[in-house]
């Protein structure tokens, strides 16, 4: 399955979403702009949204260990080591970072 699919979209952004709720401590259940407020916290001068997202997924704030960013692309049909991709260790976690600096980008556009 292509990451840019529908589907493939609607899970990456449920699974950003999903940290930003009243579960995980914010204020509110508005996890757009729960996400969109971390996202301007982290930026400054020469550290604009880009760095920043990614700060924030490598930071540890959703998966930080292989082998759960390798299921989780696993789940979505990106990353299937016992078919046609055998991506190594270190490209599903770059494979996982961009996927989600991009959905991340795109959710807090919406919002401006």
Same mark, same amino acid.
């Given at each position: 399955?292509?990451s840019?699919s529908?589907?493939v =979209?609607?899970?990456? *952004?449920?699974?950003?979403? /999903?940290?930003? /709720?009243?579960?995980?401590? %914010?204020?509110?259940? /508005?996890?757009?702009?729960?996400l969109?407020?971390?996202? *301007? ?9 880009i760095?920043?997202? &990614? /700060? $924030? ?5 959703? $998966?930080?260990?292989y ?13 299937? &080591? ?7 260790? *270190?490209?599903? %976690?770059? $494979?996982?970072?961009?996927?989600? =600096? &991009?959905?991340?980008?795109? $959710? ?5």
């Open positions: 399955m292509m840019t529908t589907p =979209v609607t899970k990456l *952004r449920e699974h950003i979403l /999903d940290q930003f /709720d009243i579960d995980h401590g %914010w204020d509110t259940d /508005d996890s757009v702009a729960n969109t407020q971390q996202l *301007r916290s982290m930026t400054y001068p020469g550290h604009n949204n760095p920043a997202a &990614r /700060d $924030l997924v490598e930071g540890g704030t959703f $998966l930080a260990y082998a759960d960013v390798i299921e989780f692309l696993n789940k979505l049909g990106l990353n299937d &080591r016992k078919n046609t991709k055998n991506y190594t260790d *270190r490209q599903s %976690w770059d $494979l996982y970072v961009n996927l989600l =600096v &991009r959905e991340i980008l795109n $959710l807090t556009e919406d919002e401006k």
